[in-house]
């Protein structure tokens, strides 16, 4: 589904992702982790299609065709989704709105005719119950004045709407207390498929109780350095990143 | 010839035509017009059409806008279609006291006065000025300062016709009341035009102001508002400028308060050519509060100058200026904010701010604020942002499949919306939202049952 080839970036000549190479294939839970700073974020963003950095070399395809030459909107309508660390505050523009015109954008591209309104209503009554998230919380502004937790689950609604092909969640945990944990790992578990895939990245094998991955990566200064089965993040809890780091030096004095 | 020449051009132009049409002008006004236009002309005179020298009108090219070749009239002109047929608001629910004035006079479609069973008077200011001399004396060029405002002069010393609104002690109306200024000729037109809104004590009203211009021609237009609001009084009072990018608008409008009252003045300003707004706050008495806002789109060559003059004279009052713009194109827009908190104007809170984006590079946005505080018990706060659109929201949005056209309006719709929410009568509030979206598409935001498809 998703192959990264030798991907390097940079953002005003700093190399961020320095060769890149992952593979996701259909029905797979990828999980990414590594260190703060060590490009997981600027990965899921470039994969999102934001051109503040520049990439410098290889490539991504995303079923078979090139992605890196598609606007944003263009990745999302082919079934890409980016939760983000940071979701963005836009006060002014309502949930309810932003999410008609998201949904009926997508459907747009798949030929599909707009939601009428009340089967509109009723899609959202439903992802809302699948993610648990406050009610009230839909009738406000796009994560204006959101707490830390709710604009996390305030992602996977979105994500629920949209029933992406991929979808990359960039530390939904973080902020999450464990019930919220919970029930946004089942929304995610919920809307797994054999035909989709997730990325998920994150700091704490906690999540990965939950979300169980068939794949961890280890990310570490722009690079893949480690790849293993889940028991990685078991490894990673008890030691940190030390032992990864410790060979990496001889890389970077080459 | 240059700039100032070609103004001192026009100020003898407008004082000889005021020498040659004296005698019809008087003829035909009540006397409460007549009193102050010989010390209105010498003023204006003086000052003049306010030129490059005048800080207060650094930001707008007066001098364009004055020396083209207007057609003026003293008198109102035969029109020669049926306003009727042409106009007629469509906005469904807001069922209104309707003000017509045509190239600023008073369309004589109806009785110029209605006087309501509630005590309330409204329609032709001409009218008034005849039938209620008294009170209308008692309120007329008290607020707006001819001794000073060269336009202010030019207008009182023509004045002769515009829209009376009277509200009587503790009185009220279910309905709002409607101006809608149209223009429609057949020559490029100069118009003028007079108003007088008085709320006295305790008394409640809304006002809502449709500037249109129906024929594909040049104007301008130079209109004085006076509004009193009682002690303990309530206005709020909105203004739609959707004119065509050939009339250019100079609107003053000064605004008095006595001790409690409270005012809403929000000036929407979809289309226009140069457009010019002046507001002018007197709070009179202790306890009043204003709030003046404004929201601004301009495209292709428009300008859009909002100044806005606040006066605490009194302790205890409350202001806030609130002016958002979006400037596309070539578009040029100022705000200037000025607050005045006199020495005994204890206690005062003053707030302004002024945001702006520009979408292009060429886009210009000049803002300033100026502050004179002479009180030392006071809150105040400024602060102004020329900016652009957030590209974190941007990229936000576009990750959900919306393409960047669509975000940006989105945005913008946001941006504009922090006015728009404000406004209280509801289908008004509707309309303005379809309108500014229709606005921000670059579909013709007019009203849409209007056969008159102006072409600019
Ligand atoms: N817009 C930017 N301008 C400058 N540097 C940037 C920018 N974005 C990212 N970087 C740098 O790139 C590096 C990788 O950042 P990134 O956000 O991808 O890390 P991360 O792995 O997601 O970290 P964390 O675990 O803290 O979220 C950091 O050193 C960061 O400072
Ligand atoms: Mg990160």
Redesign the interface.
């Known amino acids: 589904m998703l192959i990264i080839k030798n991907l390097r970036a940079s953002i005003e000549g700093n190399e961020i992702l320095k060769g890149i190479n992952l593979e996701v294939k259909a029905g797979e839970v990828h999980a990414i982790m590594g260190p703060n700073g060590s490009g997981k974020s600027t990965l899921s963003a470039i994969l ?3 051109d503040l950095y520049q990439v410098t070399a290889g490539e991504v395809t995303f079923e078979g065709e090139n992605l890196l030459d598609l ?3 263009v ?3 082919k079934g890409i ?2 939760g ?1 660390q940071y ?7 309502s949930m309810v ?2 999410m008609r ?2 949904v009926n ?2 459907r747009k ?1 798949r030929n599909l005719p707009d939601l009428s309104s009340s089967d509109f209503l009723k899609m959202m009554r439903e992802k809302k119950a699948l993610v648990e998230i406050d009610s009230g919380l839909t009738s406000r ?2 994560n204006e004045g959101f707490s830390g937790g709710e604009k996390k689950r305030n992602e996977i609604f ?1 994500m629920a709407m ?1 029933e992406p092909k991929l979808a990359i969640l960039d530390e939904t945990d973080s902020g999450l207390d464990i019930d919220a944990l919970k029930t946004v790992a089942y929304g995610v578990n919920r809307l797994k498929t054999p035909q989709n895939a997730i990325i998920v990245i994150t700091h704490y094998q906690r999540l990965l109780d939950y979300i169980v991955p068939d794949v961890i990566h280890v990310l570490y200064q722009g690079r893949i350095v480690k790849t293993g089965g889940k028991e990685l993040a078991f490894e990673l809890e008890e030691k940190g990143y030390d032992w990864i780091k410790e060979p990496n030096r001889e890389i970077e004095n080459e | 010839m240059s700039k100032d020449d070609t103004l001192q051009q026009v100020t003898t132009n407008l004082s000889d035509w005021y020498l040659s049409s004296r005698d019809r002008l008087t003829k035909a006004s009540s006397p409460v017009f007549n009193a102050p236009r010989t010390e209105a002309i010498d003023h204006f005179r003086t000052l003049g059409i306010p030129g490059r020298g005048n800080e207060n009108y650094l930001y707008t090219d007066v001098q364009k806008v004055f020396s083209q070749p207007y057609k003026r009239h003293i008198d109102p002109q035969k029109i020669i279609f049926s306003v009727e047929d042409l106009f007629h608001c469509d906005i469904p629910e807001l069922d209104t006291e309707l003000i017509l004035l045509v190239n600023g006079w008073f369309y004589n479609n109806r009785p110029p006065l209605q006087i309501l069973p509630n005590g309330i008077i409204y329609g032709s200011l001409a009218e008034a000025a005849l039938r209620y001399p008294d009170m209308v004396k008692s309120h007329y060029t008290k607020y707006a300062d001819h001794s000073t405002e060269g336009l202010v002069a030019l207008n009182t010393a023509f004045a002769r016709d515009g829209t009376f609104i009277y509200i009587p002690k503790n009185g009220g109306n279910e309905k709002a009341f409607q101006i809608v200024n149209i223009l429609l000729s057949t020559e490029d037109l100069f118009v003028q035009h007079r108003n007088l809104v008085i709320v006295e004590e305790g008394a409640v009203a809304r006002i809502v102001v449709c500037d249109h211009s129906l024929s594909a021609l040049q104007y301008l237009t130079n209109s004085v508002t006076e509004i009193y609001v009682g002690k303990n009084a309530e206005l709020h009072y909105y203004k739609l400028q959707n004119e065509h990018n050939l009339s250019n608008q100079f609107s003053s409008s000064y605004i008095h308060q006595e001790r409690d009252s409270r005012v809403v003045f929000n000036t929407v300003s979809l289309h226009g050519g140069i457009v010019r707004n002046n507001v002018f706050v007197k709070l009179n008495g202790q306890g009043a509060s204003n709030e003046t806002l404004g929201l601004f789109l301009a495209d292709q060559n428009q300008h859009v100058d909002n100044y806005t003059f606040v006066d605490h004279a009194e302790p205890d009052c409350t202001s806030s200026q609130n002016f958002k713009g979006v400037l596309d194109d070539q578009a040029t827009g100022a705000f200037t904010g000025r607050i005045l908190v006199r020495q005994d104007a204890q206690k005062t809170e003053a707030y302004q701010v002024n945001n702006n984006i520009l979408l292009t590079d060429e886009a210009q946005m000049s803002t300033r604020p100026q502050l004179e505080i002479y009180a030392d018990d006071v809150k105040c706060s400024h602060g102004a942002t020329v900016g652009q659109l957030d590209e974190n929201a941007l990229f936000y949005l576009r990750t959900r499949g919306i393409d960047s056209r669509e975000a940006r309006l989105l945005l913008m719709h946001a941006f504009g919306h922090e006015i728009l929410k404000q406004v209280s009568v509801k289908p008004l509030q509707e309309r303005l939202e379809d309108l500014v979206d229709k606005r921000l598409r670059g579909e013709l935001s007019r009203c849409n049952n209007c056969p008159v498809q102006c072409e600019t």
């Open positions: 999102a299609g934001r606007p944003p909107e990745r999302a309508r989704f980016l983000f979701p963005v505050e836009i006060p002014g523009v709105n932003f015109t998201a954008e997508v591209f502004s796009v979105q949209l």
